[in-house]
Nanobody
């Protein structure tokens, strides 16, 4: 069973920045991703990073503002969120997925970390 420990989140004004982290409490390294869910809305894919951190993907809504990265030695994934907007307000969760699966298909994820609340408002 893979366990994930998430940290970060909080409240920030529009244009501000926040950083989220997610650590795999397990010996293996996985492809990982961030998803989010805003109140009253469906889960939304945010960003993906491959097992070896040599490939990343972003949703159009966060591309050029968010940066996903990974410290393989620490088995920790990060999401640097810049130029935050009110529409970024959501609970953010990290997930791990096996290789060669569809990282945009939420049902294929192995497990999820806790929701990290991000609130962007003035």
């Amino acid at each position: 069973q893979v366990a994930l420990a998430g940290q970060g989140g909080g409240s920030v004004q529009p244009g501000g920045s926040l950083r989220l982290s997610c650590t795999v409490v397990e010996r293996d390294i996985y492809p990982m991703a961030w998803w989010r869910r805003a109140p009253g809305k469906d889960h939304e894919f945010v960003a993906f990073i491959s097992r070896d951190a040599d490939s990343t993907e972003y949703s159009d809504s966060v591309k050029d503002r968010f940066i996903i990265s990974k410290d393989r030695a620490k088995k920790t994934m990060f999401l640097q969120m810049n130029d935050l907007r009110p529409e970024d307000t959501a609970a953010y969760s990290c997930g791990v997925i096996a290789d060669h699966n569809d990282n945009r298909a939420r049902a294929q994820y192995i497990t999820w970390g806790p929701g990290l609340q991000v609130t962007v408002s003035s």
